[in-house]
């Protein structure tokens, strides 16, 4: 693995409540990202970051926020859950444009939460 | 929009035979691809990339081709083992902030 852990791994929650969730890594990557991943859909991407303080949307965004206040943490937050956000979400880093040119994602390991 | 995507949902594969696991992308300005392999519970793992700028890179056991004029990517295992059963996706991009679009899979399942 790329030194990157997600927390939680594992998460219950009930519609309306609030969840975060958060992705660490250990690479000093300048990029990361959060995707999506269910069924039929594949991987989407929900939000990234270019840097400390730096963040976009991306095309699933809609229910989620995200903050980015050091390097190594990016935190991707569902202000009210509801159950169409029942998904495993992954994080990625990228060291990005090395070279000019894009830079590799690797992938944390995942983080499966259900929305009853 | 622009999309990428996968001909096969499933491969079945006898153990020690090679896979051909193909990927059409249709963004003729997509200058990077990224193959990942995923096994159930995992996040997925990268495996091999190649630039616009080659047609064909190899690693160990794998090789990726890639094919602009017909915006057809693949990849090829040799002697296919039980322990690349997964599903594999490709991944474009085609932007300067890194973001990649990703295929939906192709489950590749190794028979004894």
């Known amino acids: 693995d790329a030194g990157i852990t997600q927390s939680p791994r594992h998460k219950v929650t009930e519609t309306g409540t609030p969840v975060t969730l958060r992705c660490h890594q250990t690479?000093?990557?300048?990029?990361m990202y959060w995707y999506r991943q269910d069924p039929g859909h594949g991987l989407r991407l929900i939000h990234y970051s270019y840097g400390v303080k730096d963040t976009d949307k991306g095309e699933v965004s809609d229910g989620y926020s995200v903050s980015r206040s050091k390097t190594e943490d990016f935190l991707l937050t569902l202000e009210s859950a509801t159950s169409s956000q029942t998904s495993v979400y992954f994080c990625a880093i990228s060291g990005g444009l090395a070279g000019g040119r894009t830079d590799t994602q690797y992938f944390g390991p995942g983080t499966r939460l259900t929305v009853l | 929009g622009e999309s990428v995507g996968l001909h096969l949902p499933t491969l079945s594969v006898q153990e020690g035979d090679n896979s051909i696991i193909n990927c059409a992308y249709s963004?003729?300005?997509?200058?990077?691809f990224i193959w990942y392999k995923q096994e159930s519970g995992k996040g997925p793992q990268f495996i091999i990339d190649i630039r616009s700028n080659m047609d064909k890179r190899q690693g160990q056991r794998v090789t990726v081709l890639l094919n602009k004029t017909v915006k057809h990517l693949s990849l090829q295992i040799a002697a296919t083992q039980p322990g690349d059963s997964a599903v594999y996706f490709c991944a474009e991009n085609a932007d300067s902030w890194g973001k990649l679009q990703f295929g939906a899979g192709t489950q590749v399942v190794v028979t004894p």
């Open positions: 963004n003729s300005a997509s200058d990077y």
């Open positions: 690479e000093n990557h300048r990029y």
